[in-house]
């Protein structure tokens, strides 16, 4: 994981969290049960926290490859799917931004990931988040 830097947007403090994971990203299963990994978990359990971008770098995978990134969270104790596009490696830009903007979230999100491409697997992506 990388290391989280301070900046000043409009009187508050957003940290910057760079990172990389690592994962069997087309014969993985993630947490939900379907195919790929786990990319990042956003929050704090039981806080609320704002997230202001969050943006996943593809360089390293296929190309031609066809992502699937989605995002879980829990509502009213049940873990739902809210947020899932598919995405073509060399067509679609290297950065992808499931968040793109303030995001208020409660507890945590999950964001994962699946490729169509067994190449992809043991590559790593690279992350990087605004949160406040």
Not at 55 to 68: D, E, M, P
Request: glycine letters at 10%; one cysteine or more; charged letters at 15%.
């Amino acid at each position: 994981m990388g290391r989280a830097y301070a900046l000043s947007r409009q009187g508050s403090v957003l940290t910057r969290v760079p990172g990389s994971v690592t994962h069997n990203w087309a014969s993985g299963v993630a947490t939900s049960g379907m195919p790929g990994g786990d990319a990042i978990i956003l929050g704090t359990a039981l806080a609320i926290t704002t997230i202001y971008k969050c943006s996943l770098s593809t360089h390293n995978l296929a190309l031609g490859a066809t992502l699937n990134i989605r995002m879980y969270q829990t509502v009213n104790g049940v873990e739902r799917l809210f947020y899932s596009d598919y995405f073509n490696v060399g067509t679609d830009p290297v950065d992808l931004f499931p968040i793109n903007g303030q995001m208020g979230i409660y507890d945590l999100v999950r964001i994962e990931m699946s490729s169509d491409k067994l190449s992809d697997d043991g590559k790593s992506m690279d992350y990087e988040y605004l949160k406040a």
